[in-house]
Nanobody, 127 residues
Framework: QVQLVESGGGVVQPGGSLRLSCAVS????????VAWFRQAPGKARDFVAG??????????ADSMKGRSTISISRDNGKKTAYLQMNSLKPEDTAIYYC??????????????????WGQGTQVTVSS
């Protein structure tokens, strides 16, 4: 079993920044990826960014690749993943979920491979 607890969401003005944290507990993360997904009201839950834990390789949704202001990282010692978001826009408003699952690097973006999910943290970008 893997448990995930997100934190760091909140209300921020357009152009502001937030850093989301995902504390991971339970089994070791060999062959696991940890990813961030987001779900806006009335929309599907979409992949944002992921990290293949053992080697630290990172993956971003195509919609995020043009934004240098989104960055995923992990602290292996703290067993915590982070999503740094700068220059936030109102369209970034969503519930952000952390997820973990056994996968291979080429499939980090596949939502169906994630077995464990956190409770989500709300991010609201509004003036």
């Amino acid at each position: 079993q893997v448990q995930l607890v997100e934190s760091g969401g909140g209300v921020v003005q357009p152009g502001g920044s937030l850093r989301l944290s995902c504390a991971v507990s339970g089994r070791t993360l060999t062959n696991y990826a940890v990813a961030w997904f987001r779900q806006a009201p009335g929309k599907a839950r979409d992949f944002v960014a992921g990290i293949y834990w053992s080697v630290g390789s990172t993956y971003y949704a195509d919609s995020m690749k043009g934004r240098s202001t989104i960055s995923i990282s992990r602290d292996n010692g703290k067993k915590t993943a982070y999503l740094q978001m700068n220059s936030l826009k109102p369209e970034d408003t969503a519930i952000y979920y952390c997820a973990a699952g056994i996968t291979i690097p080429s499939r980090v973006m596949s939502r169906d491979l994630y077995d464990y999910w956190g409770q989500g943290t709300q991010v609201t970008v509004s003036s």
